[in-house]
Every structure is written in C-alpha cells, then in structure tokens.
C-alpha cells in the first residue's frame, strides 16, 4: 500500500507565504516525476509543478512560476511546494502526486494524496 500525505496548508494573508510538505510511504522501490496539482472552487484540477528524479522542474501555471518554488528530498520521498507572495486567486485544495514503482517489475502508478486546503485572503 501506498500513501501519499500532504501537511502545511492554511490561512494566509494576500503576500504571505506556505510551504507545503508531502511524504510518500509504504511499500516502494523508486519514486519517478513528483508534484503538485490544485483545484480551486468550482475549476478543474490544474497541474501546477513536477520535479523529476532527476530534479528537473517544470511549471504549468505561469502565474505562480516567479512565485512558487518546488523541490524534492527522495532520500525522505518528500516533496516540497514553497510559496510567496500568495495571491486570493491560489485558493485552491493542494494534492501532492507521485508516480511510485512497488518493484522492479512495475511499470509504475500514478498516486495521489488527499488533498490540503490553501486559503489566501485579500
């Protein structure tokens, strides 16, 4: 079984700043692209940042690319989402992805984790 938990969402003020955590766990043998995607209110899911194993970065939302910086730790399986200078339109739920294989033989799967409330206030 395979969890991904996201942790650091919350309340801020417009020009704040959060940094969002996602640690992967359970029965894992290699961790390929990870990232961040959101859904705001009432809009599609939008992938917003992936990082390779080989940490490489992309970013998808061109709005949050001078804003956001993601990073990865693959020694903890752990993703990071840092962001600044958060805006009233980056309210959204925060869902931490994972393309996770369980052994060597697998193909790999994409995972998801439940999801993490960020609200921005103007």
């Known amino acids: 079984q395979v969890q991904l938990v996201e942790s650091g969402g919350g309340l801020v003020q417009s020009g704040g700043s959060l940094r969002l955590s996602c640690v992967v766990s359970?029965?894992?043998?290699?961790?390929?692209?990870m990232g961040w995607y959101r859904q705001a209110p009432g809009k599609q899911r939008e992938r917003v940042a992936y990082?390779?194993?080989?940490?490489?970065?992309?970013y998808f939302v061109p709005s949050v690319k001078s804003r956001f910086t993601i990073s990865r730790d693959s020694a903890k399986k752990m993703v990071y989402l840092q962001m600044n200078n958060l805006k009233p339109e980056d309210t959204a739920v925060y869902y931490c992805?994972?393309?996770?294989?369980?052994?060597?033989?697998?193909?790999?799967?994409?995972?998801w984790g439940p999801g993490t409330q960020v609200t921005v206030s103007s």
């Open positions: 992805y994972a393309r996770v294989r369980q052994s060597f033989s697998d193909g790999g799967s994409d995972r």
């Open positions: 359970g029965s894992i043998y290699d961790i390929y692209t």
């Open positions: 990082i390779t194993r080989e940490l490489d970065i992309s």
